[in-house]
């Protein structure tokens, strides 16, 4: 009986919070700590899809239907992790979140084909000044036709293995790193050392991360990133960010 009532409180709770949107800058967190409670005392993740829990608790993690666009999937950290800022993202034994949401792709998004064909698929985190919520989440997807195209127009610019400032008003920095997948690649601390001025300034920092192949052939991973400044200018991670595509968009 004792068993049935706290479930039944996680749940109100769980209603609270889903109504309750994401009018405030702390809802992703409570929402994320009720799939986390959930998921113990139930074994089931609602209303998270999935949650993950590993040896380090900085490397838990849950993928979400964002309460506010049930369409927007998103991958967050159990641990209270703020935002790309957060120093310990940069530490030498730093979780690598972007390939956990790069390994749930599929699975979790019900788009198999991507396991296989994994062009056009994208993961874009946003800044500090940018974001709405006050805990780190990485949205997944497809990539936007606008990016698809900023790439395209600028494949022969960009090398490997360093980042190139890109010709573009918005202040574009990119790479390609020739991978199958991101496991021995951490996009955060790339950014971070190969970008100018980004480790000093990382809650202004925007970052895409999109599977695809270079000129030459090379399936792997074009790394985008941008020191925001008092030009706002289009280039968050929803701009780059399609949450409604499909297999057929992704083979594309």
């Not at 967190?29 to 609602?46: D, F, H, I, K």
């Not at 040896?55 to 927007?72: F, H, I, M, N, T």
Request: glycine letters at 6%; one cysteine or more.
């Amino acid at each position: 009986m004792k068993h049935r009532l706290v479930v039944l409180s996680i749940s109100l709770v769980i209603a609270v919070v889903i109504m309750s949107s994401f009018a405030s800058r702390s809802a992703l967190g409570l929402v994320v700590r009720a799939c986390e409670v959930n998921s113990a005392l139930t074994g089931s993740p609602y209303p998270c899809v999935k949650v993950v829990r590993a040896e380090d608790p900085l490397s838990s993690y849950a993928v979400l239907r964002e309460p506010a666009d049930k369409e927007r999937t998103i991958l967050a950290p159990l641990a209270d992790v703020p935002g790309i800022e957060d120093p310990r993202l940069l530490a030498a034994e730093a979780p690598n979140y972007f390939d956990a949401a790069w390994r749930e792709r599929a699975d979790e998004l019900g788009q198999r084909a991507w396991k296989e064909s994994p062009q056009n698929f994208a993961l874009a985190i946003n800044a500090a000044s940018w974001r709405t919520q006050d805990r780190l989440h990485i949205h997944m997807g497809c990539e936007t036709p606008r990016f698809r195209a900023l790439l395209k127009t600028h494949a022969t610019e960009i090398g490997s293995g360093r980042f190139t400032s890109l010709r573009t008003k918005a202040g574009w920095w990119a790479t390609f790193e020739a991978a199958d997948d991101l496991s021995n690649l951490n996009p955060l601390k790339l950014v971070a050392d190969g970008v100018d001025g980004a480790r000093a300034n990382m809650e202004n920092v925007v970052v895409g991360v999109f599977g695809s192949t270079s000129p030459d052939g090379q399936h792997g991973f074009y790394i985008l990133a941008r020191v925001m400044g008092e030009n706002k200018s289009r280039g968050s991670a929803e701009d780059m960010i399609d949450p409604k595509c499909t297999v057929e968009d992704a083979s594309r």
